[in-house]
């Protein structure tokens, strides 16, 4: 199965990003370009020229909840790439309790394995369905002709008749005439004990081939288990199309997949600065960027699927630098992301188009929520322009955690109303300015949002 990388103009990736973002021109601008220079790389016919271009890595900087996470998210989205989000703080300096910087590259590579995965079981899918079906109608009871022996009186005449209850039973096991009937199945489990280690992390922090080596040891259980039909089909066919898969061929073109449009997101960059004081500068800090260079350079990683190069894999790393600015890293690491762009604060403008502009708008998902309690909420134009000022101030006076700010304040406009609503029946609420202010009448209501879980 072939990959194919975004063929996108520019102009169009930023309308893709803008249906989801808004604002922050210049990052997406730069996302854009990086995106598309992938798929001109594709094109370059001499191929060891094109194994010399790399991939400008992107450094974006500015305060929390400005849009750098989403940007990354969705520019993986329209790539159709893998794409992993990691946080350097949980990198340590290797000799350190933490995790090792390698582990990046091994997650992209299971994403990248996990995706092509779920793709090739939908194309076998339909097969896998039809096998399930033809062994929940033996389940049933129902004859197979091709069970009859040789030595059956009138043979032909038995198995055309079975054939055809067998047809007529399987269209009802189609039509979910069935789905209600318990049938027994075998099902397969691994009891892996939970070790604690030295580090004090649990097996689900170890090593992956750690793991493969205790299922190993801990032997499969089979045991019966009675699932009404819809189960046994939908369990039978996942069994049947794991089977169908190639591993070897998934791995081998996921491994190509990774390394050529693999996407990092490297989030909280700021957090491993090292900071000089009177003791002397932050070795462990400048340590864990040292032992990230070497990914971000380009290097050979081995994973359990087999070596991967990450030449060719694009880094995008942000912070909030608020004590720090990028040029505080380490100068070779600095020289690894050439692509440098700053996102702007969000105003008050930006957050009421945040509001109700993006597809994914808080404004629809709350619409959408109370539709679940038969509750048509109607937004006033006005009282979405008091949400954004409201949460504009908070942001100036208290944490500055950005475009959040608005979900927190959403979430104590319509507190009262979401408690309510499964005893409200059938009706319209509308959500006018007078109904926000009436919620944040003085500093008492705004001191409570603190409270609130970010």
Do not use: C
């Not at 793709?119 to 009859?148: F, H, Q, Y």
């Not at 070779?332 to 692509?339: I, K, S, V």
């Amino acid at each position: 199965m072939t990959v194919s990388v975004s063929n996108l103009t520019p102009r169009e990736i930023v309308s893709e990003l803008n249906r989801y973002i808004i604002g922050q021109d210049r990052a997406k601008r730069t996302v854009a370009i990086a995106l598309r220079n992938r798929w001109r790389r594709s094109l370059v016919e001499d191929k060891s020229l094109r194994e010399e271009i790399i991939p400008r890595n992107i450094m974006m900087s500015g305060p929390t909840g400005v849009g750098k996470t989403e940007i990354a998210r969705r520019l993986a989205q329209i790539a159709d790439a893998p794409f992993v989000k990691v946080e350097a703080t949980k990198f340590t300096e290797v000799g350190y309790v933490g995790r090792d910087v390698e582990s990046m590259v091994k997650d992209l590579v299971k994403n990248a394995i996990n995706i092509m995965k779920r793709r090739e079981i939908e194309i076998v899918r339909e097969r896998a369905a039809d096998v399930a079906r033809e062994k929940v109608l033996s389940l049933l009871g129902i004859p197979d002709p091709d069970d009859l022996s040789d030595d059956v009186e009138d043979y032909d005449s038995r198995k055309k008749r079975q054939e055809e209850y067998r047809y007529k039973n399987r269209k009802k096991l189609e039509d979910g005439e069935f789905d209600d009937r318990l049938v027994s199945i075998t099902v397969e489990s691994k009891n892996i004990p939970v070790f604690e280690i030295s580090s004090g992390m649990s097996s689900d922090d170890m090593d992956s081939s750690i793991r493969d080596m205790m299922g190993s040891i801990f032997p499969s259980m089979k045991k019966e288990k009675k699932v009404s039909v819809k189960e046994a089909l939908e369990h039978i066919t996942n069994e049947e199309a794991q089977k169908m898969l190639d591993m070897d061929k998934i791995q081998q073109e996921a491994l190509q997949w990774a390394e050529n449009s693999g996407i990092i997101f490297i989030d909280e960059i700021d957090k491993i600065v090292g900071k000089s004081s009177s003791h002397g500068p932050d070795v462990s800090r400048e340590g864990v960027q040292r032992d990230i260079l070497p990914i971000v350079e380009g290097s050979t990683v081995n994973t359990k699927y087999g070596p991967i190069k990450t030449d060719h894999v694009l880094f995008i790393a942000a912070g909030a630098f608020h004590m720090t600015s990028p040029e505080d890293l380490i100068p070779e690491l600095q020289g690894r992301f050439p692509l440098s762009v700053t996102l702007d604060s969000l105003s008050v403008e930006d957050f009421e188009k945040i509001l109700t502009e993006p597809e994914n708008s808080l404004v629809k998902q709350y619409t959408e929520l109370m539709k679940a309690e038969n509750v048509n909420l109607v937004f006033k134009k006005e009282a979405v322009k008091e949400i954004a000022k409201v949460s504009y101030e908070l942001n100036n006076t208290t944490q500055n955690i950005g475009a959040r700010r608005l979900q927190t304040v959403m979430e104590r406009i319509l507190e009262d109303l979401s408690f309510m609503a499964p005893d409200m029946g059938k009706q319209k609420i509308t959500v006018d300015e007078k109904f926000v202010k009436s919620i944040f009448t003085g500093q008492e209501e705004k001191e409570k949002l603190n409270n609130y879980i970010i």
